[in-house]
Nanobody, 125 residues
């Protein structure tokens, strides 16, 4: 089964930083448009960030703009999400996924596939 593998989640204090990683044994990530999503308990999965297949366009949801940075290391076939100044509202399971429907919105989870099991981020105040 083709899926991503996320890592790097942890329990931290507000204001601290984390870097999440996402890799795949099957997909070459620099050929894919990729997204980071998160899901808090009792809430729907929401889009966090997107990077296009060429790596020259990145987008962020307003809640994380200026604090999170998405990037891709092609040599390591690894997608990153650098998260700084973390807030309690950032607490969620974080997922990466590859865009599989390119005619749909890049902020809609339905247009992504190869979901991994996620990595938990918990931010306490």
């Amino acid at each position: 089964q083709v899926q991503m593998v996320e890592s790097g989640g942890d329990s931290v204090q507000a204001g601290e930083s984390l870097r999440l990683s996402c890799t795949s044994s099957f997909l070459t990530l620099n050929r894919e448009a990729m997204g980071w999503f998160r899901q808090a308990p009792g809430k729907e999965r929401e889009w966090v960030s997107f990077i296009n297949a060429w790596g020259d366009e990145t987008y962020y949801t307003n809640a994380v703009k200026g604090r999170f940075t998405i990037s891709l290391d092609s040599a390591k076939n690894t997608l990153y999400l650098q998260m700084t100044n973390l807030l309690p509202d950032d607490t969620a399971m974080y997922y990466c996924a590859a865009r599989i429907r390119h005619d749909g919105r890049f902020d809609d989870p339905i247009n992504f596939g190869y979901w991994g099991p996620g990595t938990q981020v918990t931010v306490s105040s």
